[in-house]
């Protein structure tokens, strides 16, 4: 199975939205609405931001969302902070009953 | 609260096997709709998903690990393990033990990750 395809990086000022993409096949992304998206800090652990394509866990800020289109899934950050700059990644479930990420977005606040 | 951890190795010898155990702790592995699975992340790169398993057992794995992987719980020990056979240099990475919603949904919780380095 093929990594979903996500940009390199990204960045933006203080204050400003950024949205990450993350590109798949009809066999993942476009399958199902199980998307999920991932914050990564150096040296720590994955902690997840989205799920199923839109929902946010519990305690995480309202200012990180997603969306779905075809096979193409979204992460939008609004109000950028410093403490967000980090690498993220999608995950997708797929019809093999896999899950597959995304190669990474690193994030650079500037 | 629930907790993750990773034991195991943290070098083994090319053409050896990698194997992992993941204590979870703060609740049961036998609650249901919870799938437990392992993710790699080789040093400075991505993440690669490697499999999960249910407490009953039922597995799904990287079809690109599949033929060198086996997982197995082992719910008397709230434990659940990984063995991956005929390592070489590209196995190196974190190791995550993590938990996730059924096979497709949110991972909710990680471990902190064990290193494992396979020497070229």
């Known amino acids: 199975q093929s990594a979903l395809t996500q940009p390199a990086s990204v960045s933006g000022s203080p204050g400003q939205s950024i949205t990450i993409s993350c590109t798949g096949t009809s066999s993942d992304v476009g399958a199902y609405n199980y998307v999920s998206w991932y914050q990564q800090h150096p040296g720590k652990a994955p902690k997840c931001l989205i799920y199923d394509v839109s929902n946010r866990p519990s305690g995480v800020s309202d200012r990180f969302s997603g969306s779905k289109s075809g096979n193409t899934a979204s992460l939008t950050i609004s109000g950028l902070q410093a403490e967000d700059e980090a690498d993220y990644y999608c995950s997708s479930y797929t019809t093999r009953s896999t899950r597959v990420f995304g190669g990474g977005t690193k994030l650079t606040v500037l | 609260q629930l907790q993750l951890q990773e034991s195991g190795p943290g070098l083994v010898r090319p053409s050896e096997t990698l194997s992992l155990t993941c204590t979870v702790s703060g609740d049961s592995i036998r609650i249901p709709s919870y799938h437990w699975g392992w993710i790699r992340q080789p040093p400075g790169k991505g993440l690669e998903w490697i499999g999960n398993?249910?407490?009953?057992?039922?597995?799904y794995y990287n079809p690109s690990l599949e033929s060198r992987l086996t997982m197995s719980v082992d719910t008397s020990r709230n434990q659940f393990s990984l063995r991956l056979s005929s390592v070489t240099a590209a196995d190196t990475a974190v190791y995550y033990c993590?938990?996730?919603?059924?096979?497709?949904?949110?991972?909710?919780?990680w471990g902190q990750g064990t290193l494992v380095a396979v020497p070229s």
């Open positions: 993590v938990r996730s919603y059924g096979d497709y949904g949110m991972i909710d919780y």
């Open positions: 398993i249910y407490y009953s057992g039922s597995t």
